[in-house]
Structure formats: C-alpha cells, structure tokens
C-alpha cells in the first residue's frame, strides 16, 4: 500500500503561482510515474504533468511553459509549481503513482482545491 498526502492547494488571483506537493509513504521502493491529474467542476478527471522515474516528462497542452513538475525521491515526494495560472485551471488537483510490478498498482491522493478566481 502507498499513501499520498497532496498539499498546497487553495485561493490564488489570475497571474499567480501555487506550488502542489505530494508525499507518498508505506510500499514506496518502486514508484515509476508520478503525476498530476485535475478535475475541474462538472468535467472528467484530466492528466496534468507526469514525470517517470528516470525523469521523462510528460504535459497537457493547456499547461505547458505555465506548468512545471518535478521529484525528489529522496523524500519520496512529486512537486508541481504552477506559475501564470487561470481561472480555467480552477480544479481539484489529485496525486497519482503507479507501482511497478507484476502487478502494476496505482494509488491516488485525496486532491486539493485550487481555485484561480479575482
């Protein structure tokens, strides 16, 4: 089992910044992806920025340039700094990771509410 505690979330006014964190603890050894995934009011759950253990990464076309995410598995956790924000990326912001196998697991965070209002 993984657990992922997200943090960072809240109430930010057109133009800003927030940074996302993301802890993970418990059956960590062998975490491949980790990513961030949105799901603004009333839409699907989306991908937002996906980095892979050997550090490739991966962005929707709406945050690329805005969006950066980034590891430190020394401390087990995924960043993702959000510069130049919107009101359209007004979401709840989720953490996942998926566990390497057989079999592959993933497990997810319990999201944090970004809000980009003025």
């Known amino acids: 089992q993984v657990q992922l505690v997200e943090s960072g979330g809240g109430l930010v006014q057109p133009g800003g910044s927030l940074r996302l964190s993301c802890v993970a603890s418990?059956?960590?050894?062998?975490?491949?992806?980790m990513t961030w995934y949105r799901q603004p009011p009333g839409k699907h759950r989306e991908l937002v920025a996906q980095?892979?253990?050997?550090?490739?990464?991966n962005y929707a076309e709406s945050v690329k340039g805005r969006f950066m995410i980034s590891r430190d598995d020394a401390k087990s956790t995924v960043f993702l700094q959000m510069n130049s924000l919107k009101p359209e990326d007004t979401a709840v912001y989720y953490c996942?990771?998926?566990?390497?196998?057989?079999?592959?697991?993933?497990?997810w965070g319990q999201g944090t509410q970004v809000t980009v209002s003025s």
């Open positions: 996942n990771v998926d566990v390497a196998g057989p079999p592959t697991r993933t497990y």
């Open positions: 418990g059956d960590i050894f062998n975490i491949y992806f």
């Open positions: 980095i892979s253990r050997f550090g490739e990464l």
